[in-house]
């Protein structure tokens, strides 16, 4: 059967990113993992394929790397190829990348080198570390597809302000990460490269939008990255493979020049913000970013200077149990009541936090997103003559909406969110804890509620995904005999706890808008108080 053009372009695109890895990165035959091996984030330390300066090196969290850098230590050019081998490995158990910059990386890595052995000071703050990036960030002479066939073959002439603003910072860029059709499903497949899997487990999805980043940075084959979110794609991918985000409020990264699949749809912000192992990696990349000003360089950024939280050792915490939409499944669940209890013994105030408008909320959201009829996916489907995916049935049987409409859910969404910073400040609450999705992951084709997440991009509120020491066991049932909705009744139908077994349960911290320090400061606070959680609870 002859291919269609989608078909086509999706096949040569997958090739060309294989022909980038250079031969000596090809796994060998005899080293790769088994098709039935779910668990791949072993393969560095246990393939032998690595050498110990090499693990080394990947181990080391960012600061330590920098130090290295900024002294000499280590070189750039050394650090930049062993995260390049890494994420060659990488994409090759888990189909993670969308384009490879491996030798544009090296070169560039080469120059910093140059660069302090001449004048015996480092490049910025971010000298030599090796940073990868979200597919949408634009990058000249590279692809920006967000998933889409008809926008393969086509290379940025631009680069988005933040690769700017990361170039100026001396940081390397070498690679970027696959994401969903429109970065509108919380999986990540598309038709171009197919489906990301989690290597945590690769029956499981690493989450979406920003899959492709989840599952780099869980396999060990970047440190920092960067990620977007406009409905949970940060906090989503990150609780599904166990590291930290940050999502921001709109206005303190840079977001600007960046490709979307939803272009012109400002009605809920998209921001951007930093994905990692661990929080101090999250804060450093989040400080150095907002000391760098980007303020001057991208007009909807806000003049707002790193602000340093000291630590508040007593907190007020509301601890949504449930959205009133979809019960967490059995290990989160768990996770909650157990970081509830020691948050209670390390002396924290920790108070019921009812979920008033986040069914309302969710509602605006959605129409918010389909308000344009689907044309926008429409649009970049039809050159190609390539499929809507069944993850988008939504978009595909949407509505257009009229703007006097548009405008009428705009009203919705300012009451809904005064309504709620009134509630908040009433409380006196410092954050909302939370799940950050129902599940710990998923097997894939089964993600079904973004609830958790997006209600607070809405709000536009600052909030950290974090890994809280609990993992799930394939022993967790569910407690509760009542489905809140069709929807939760769906999901346990389709809980599966011995897949998930092992695998770690992340939770939410909330704080309000522009908060971003103080929820940094608090999670680390949250984190102390979790430091007696064993491993598996």
């Not at 997958?14 to 984030?41: F, N, R, Y």
């Not at 950024?301 to 059995?330: M, Q, Y």
């Amino acid at each position: 059967m002859t291919k269609t053009m989608w078909e086509s372009i999706a096949k040569s695109k997958q090739a060309a990113l294989i022909s980038a890895i250079p031969p000596e990165w090809i796994i060998p035959a005899h080293l790769l993992p088994p098709e039935d091996q779910t668990d791949v984030t072993t393969f560095p330390r246990q393939s032998g394929w690595f050498t110990a300066r090499e693990l080394e090196v990947l181990a080391t969290a960012a600061p330590r790397i920098l130090a290295h850098l900024q002294t000499g230590s280590w070189t750039s050019e050394e650090v930049t190829r062993v995260f390049c081998k890494a994420a060659a490995a990488a994409h090759q158990l888990t189909n993670c990348l969308s384009e490879i910059l491996f030798d544009e990386a090296i070169t560039r890595a080469k120059h910093l080198d140059e660069h302090l052995q001449r004048t015996g000071k480092p490049k910025h703050p971010f000298h030599g570390l090796p940073i990868s990036l979200k597919d949408n960030f634009n990058i000249i002479g590279h692809d920006s597809t967000v998933g889409f066939s008809s926008l393969a073959n086509d290379p940025a002439t631009y680069n988005s302000t933040l690769v700017d603003l990361l170039l100026s910072a001396g940081a390397v860029l070498y690679v970027k990460t696959n994401v969903p059709t429109a970065m509108m499903i919380s999986e990540t497949v598309n038709n171009v490269y197919g489906r990301t899997v989690n290597p945590r487990n690769r029956k499981l999805t690493p989450g979406g939008s920003s899959g492709g980043e989840s599952a780099l940075i869980s396999f060990g084959a970047s440190r920092i990255g960067v990620g977007t979110d406009i409905g949970g794609s940060l906090r989503i991918p990150a609780a599904c493979t166990g590291i930290f985000t940050l999502r921001p409020s709109s206005g303190r990264f840079p977001n600007s020049q960046t490709r979307s699949g939803l272009a012109g749809q400002e009605a809920v912000a998209s921001v951007n913000g930093p994905m990692a192992s661990t929080l101090e990696e999250i804060t450093l990349y989040s400080k150095t970013v907002i000391d760098q000003q980007p303020w001057l360089l991208d007009p909807k950024c806000l003049p707002i200077p790193w602000r340093p939280a000291p630590p508040k050792h007593r907190l007020k915490i509301g601890v949504l149990w449930h959205d009133s939409l979809v019960t967490p499944t059995p290990p989160v669940a768990r996770a909650l009541q157990h970081t509830v209890h020691k948050l209670r013994q390390a002396g924290h105030s920790v108070t019921d936090w009812a979920p008033t408008g986040h069914p309302e909320a969710l509602n605006i959201l959605l129409r918010k997103f389909l308000a344009d009829g689907g044309e926008s996916v429409r649009n970049l489907l039809k050159p190609t003559g390539e499929p809507f995916r069944p993850e988008m049935e939504f978009y595909e049987n949407a509505a257009e909406l009229g703007v006097h409409e548009m405008w009428q859910i705009h009203i919705e969404r300012n009451t809904l969110q005064c309504e709620y910073l009134d509630r908040f400040n009433e409380a006196g609450i410092d954050a909302i804890l939370c799940p950050t999705t129902p599940y710990s992951s998923v097997e894939h084709g089964k993600f079904a509620h973004i609830g958790y997440t997006g209600v607070f991009n809405l709000l536009d509120y600052s909030a950290v995904s974090f890994p809280c020491g609990v993992t799930a066991s394939k022993h967790d049932t569910y407690q509760s005999s009542e489905p809140l909705s069709d929807l939760d009744a769906q999901i346990r139908d389709d809980y599966n706890p011995a897949v998930v077994d092992g695998m770690p349960v992340s939770l939410q911290l909330v704080g309000r808008r522009l908060e971003e320090e103080n929820v940094l400061m608090m999670t680390e606070v949250v984190m102390g108080a979790l430091s007696s959680i064993s491993a598996r609870l």
